[in-house]
């Protein structure tokens, strides 16, 4: 999946209410504007295939995903979130942009076959909210990705 110059990455950050669902405190449509690849892994240092990504936010701010370094988990490989900043809203400042549209999955697939429990995402004043900026929707499997992504059910099944 690549990204590209100009193309419009919606991020949230999110407040995981639990048992209540998933509050978007803050939302930010982020316009690509430099791409790199090639940049070190945190603690290996080893150079990273995935692209790093640098824009302008809805909001004049300068975003960054991993621009300097990528960071490193076992568990996790960090495409679906941005680098770690302080301008966050509620009681904490540091926050961590997550891409809306995997947000949106993760919750999508938390909920698939549910029929209690079913966690819901709402914007601070209770409405719903849906990924905005360049991305596709698949309405068979509801979910989301980045514009020219396929819908990886539909691969599997086609
Ligand atoms: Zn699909």
Redesign the pocket.
């Known amino acids: 999946m690549a990204y590209v110059i100009g193309q419009k990455v919606c991020l949230w950050q999110e407040d995981i209410r639990h048992g209540m669902g998933v509050v978007v405190l803050k939302e930010v449509i982020v316009t690509v504007t430099e791409i790199k690849t090639g940049v070190p892994g945190h603690w290996s240092r080893t150079p990273v295939s995935s692209q790093s990504l640098r824009g302008i936010g809805d909001d004049g701010k300068v975003y960054e995903k991993h621009w300097e370094s990528w960071p490193e988990s076992q568990t996790n490989c960090f495409t679906d979130q941005w680098s770690m900043r302080d301008d966050g809203e509620g009681d904490d400042p540091y926050w961590t942009p997550k891409e809306a549209v995997y947000a949106y999955n993760d919750l999508s697939r938390y909920n698939s076959g549910r029929e209690v429990n079913v966690l819901v995402r709402t914007d601070v004043n209770g409405n719903s909210i849906l990924p905005k900026g360049d991305f596709v929707h698949?309405a068979?499997?509801d979910?989301y990705g980045h514009s020219g992504q396929c819908?990886f059910?539909?691969l599997i099944e086609g």
């Open positions: 698949c068979v499997h979910l819908c059910k539909c």
